[in-house]
T-cell receptor
């Protein structure tokens, strides 16, 4: 079993739609959680950290469920510019960081 | 936010040659930097952790004699792909954690070995 698993997609949604991605992790000792966005042929960029209480940044909402060991990302009112690959990232103690394989999102007009 | 730069952004070389990639932290000091490799449609895979003033720590399966890492200063780490072969063609990305928490990535170096 992979340490971090994501649905690879692709998710094809129309503009304005709401889309949700889930990610599961296997190490219960994981401490920090992030969502990164990676555009085609570019480096990953931090989208948002994920906190236990859940957090929101504009149209993006991230949630963490430690008991079930999954994190989620919700995108509301999708824009064409949201098309990208979204990487779930989990950090265990120290510097060990595990990346999910990413979920591809295509937003269409 | 923190800025990490990489150079070159892309390189094409002949099989058997060596290629050096530089990773710099521009507005912070990084005692530790990370080198990743990403093949098409795959996730980032950590190759090694670069430690300033000491030897790099390589992940299992990564040949340390092939991927030479030097972290001579607090703002510069270099990755040298020695005797590159076509199977080494990939997207190489470095990163650093200025606050020990959030990783910031360089723009990546696309290597094509002919």
């Amino acid at each position: 079993r992979k340490e971090v698993e994501q649905d690879p997609g692709p998710f094809n949604v129309p503009e304005g739609a709401t889309v949700a991605f889930n990610c599961t992790y296997s190490n219960s000792a994981s401490q920090s959680f992030f969502w990164y966005r990676q555009d085609c042929r570019k480096e990953p960029k931090l989208l948002m950290s994920v906190y236990s209480s859940g957090n929101e940044d504009g149209r993006f909402t991230a949630q963490l469920n430690r008991a079930s060991q999954y994190i989620s990302l919700l995108i509301r009112d999708s824009k064409l510019s949201d098309s990208a690959t979204y990487l779930c990232v989990v950090k265990t103690g120290g510097f060990k960081t595990i990346f999910g394989a990413g979920t591809r999102l295509f937003v269409k007009a | 936010g923190a800025v990490v730069s990489q150079h070159p952004s892309w390189v094409i070389c002949k099989s058997g040659t060596s290629v050096k990639i530089e990773c710099r932290s521009l507005d912070f000091q990084a005692t530790t930097m990370f080198w990743y490799r990403q093949f098409p449609k795959q996730s980032l895979m950590l190759m090694a952790t670069s430690n300033e003033g000491s030897k790099a720590t390589y992940e299992q399966g990564v040949e340390k004699d092939k991927f030479l890492i030097n972290h001579a200063s607090l703002t510069l780490s270099t990755l040298t792909v020695t005797s590159a072969h076509p199977e080494d063609s990939s997207f190489y990305i470095c990163s650093a954690c200025p606050n020990g928490e959030t990783q910031y990535f360089g723009p990546g170096t696309r290597l094509l070995v002919l």
